[in-house]
């Protein structure tokens, strides 16, 4: 997939991830994200620009916590739980498998176009010596078609018995609650017991948010997808009533700006605040 994928005005979905890699290379120190910077480019630079003038000009480090949160309690799974698997659904353009332990299997899941632009650029890297090599699998599936057989039996000729840590960050806002009762029961049959799922969402009380209406505001500008409706908001009676998982941890942005003594500037009203969410499983 070598061509340019910010080849016009208007954004589509999987091209946020873009966006998402300039937020977190804004601020390294926060994210801890020392390879984002690889996927900036003038065109993503003119969006992150509007997007934080238009929307919330917090982002930047919502998206850095986001990152910060879910790689450190990787990295404490793979000590305390053994996690030698890391399965990211909409993986995008993170870049936690170089982040994090050579020894950890990465099984990286997104739209096609997306792993096959990230395939290209990161054996392009790792040809210039800017990346380490890894233990990195790539699978394109399109969730608007049936794909969860093919994909339960691949991730599982990749994973064997082995540990793992599921991670679904910046996702679920785009899917409708079938969609996600889906997924989760799919990571229900991937999981043994003591496995981590990471998950991040927004609340129903955004939607009442200036933040949240300049979102939709600027989403229907640049993405077809132009009501709140359109967009998924998840409480959290929904992690807690999970079959066969318990909630083991539950932060938001204001509790990791505390965490990482980062200093909040917009008021409230001004902020897309994101819910991340650990869960373990308790019984196969």
């Given amino acids: 997939m070598k061509k340019n994928m910010l080849s016009s005005d208007h954004i589509e979905i999987h091209e946020t991830a873009f966006v998402t890699s300039a937020f977190r290379a804004a601020d390294v120190k926060l994210s801890g994200d020392y390879?984002?910077?690889?996927?900036?480019?003038?065109?993503?630079?003119?969006?992150?620009?509007?997007?934080?003038?238009?929307?919330?000009?917090e982002e930047t480090f919502t998206h850095c916590l986001r990152n910060r949160y879910f790689l450190d309690k990787i990295k404490e799974n793979v000590?305390?739980?053994?996690?030698?698997?890391?399965?990211?659904?909409?993986?995008?353009?993170?870049?936690?498998?170089?982040?994090?332990?050579?020894?950890?299997?990465?099984?990286?899941?997104?739209?096609?176009?997306?792993?096959?632009?990230?395939?290209?650029?990161?054996?392009?890297?790792?040809?210039?010596?800017?990346?380490?090599?890894?233990?990195?699998?790539?699978?394109?599936v399109d969730f608007?078609?049936?794909?969860?057989?093919?994909?339960?039996?691949?991730?599982?000729?990749?994973?064997?018995?082995?540990?793992?840590?599921?991670?679904?960050?910046?996702?679920?806002?785009?899917?409708?609650r079938e969609?996600?009762?889906?997924?989760?029961?799919?990571?229900?049959?991937?999981?043994?017991?003591?496995?981590?799922?990471?998950?991040?969402?927004?609340?129903?009380?955004?939607?009442?948010?200036?933040?949240?209406?300049?979102?939709?505001?600027?989403?229907?500008?640049?993405?077809?997808?132009?009501?709140?409706s359109d967009y998924q908001t998840i409480q959290d009676t929904y992690y807690r009533e999970i079959s066969g998982y318990i909630l083991v941890d539950h932060q938001d942005y204001f509790s990791l700006s505390k965490d990482y003594n980062h200093k909040i500037i917009q008021d409230k009203e001004l902020i897309l605040n994101e819910n991340f969410y650990l869960l373990q499983k308790v019984k196969s």
């Fill in 35 to 57: 390879f984002a910077y690889l996927w900036n480019n003038p065109k993503t630079e003119k969006w992150v620009e509007e997007y934080l003038t238009k929307v919330s000009s």
């Fill in 79 to 140: 000590i305390k739980n053994g996690t030698e698997v890391l399965i990211n659904f909409g993986a995008g353009f993170s870049m936690y498998p170089f982040l994090l332990d050579p020894k950890i299997i990465h099984i990286e899941i997104d739209k096609p176009e997306i792993v096959g632009h990230k395939k290209f650029k990161i054996e392009q890297w790792q040809n210039e010596d800017l990346l380490p090599k890894r233990n990195l699998h790539f699978i394109g």
């Fill in 144 to 176: 608007s078609k049936e794909y969860k057989e093919g994909l339960l039996a691949t991730i599982k000729s990749l994973k064997g018995k082995k540990k793992c840590f599921i991670l679904i960050e910046g996702v679920l806002f785009f899917l409708d």
């Fill in 179 to 228: 969609e996600t009762d889906s997924l989760f029961q799919l990571f229900n049959l991937l999981q043994d017991t003591g496995d981590i799922i990471g998950s991040a969402s927004f609340q129903d009380n955004l939607k009442q948010t200036l933040a949240f209406k300049r979102l939709i505001d600027f989403f229907g500008e640049k993405i077809s997808k132009t009501k709140a």
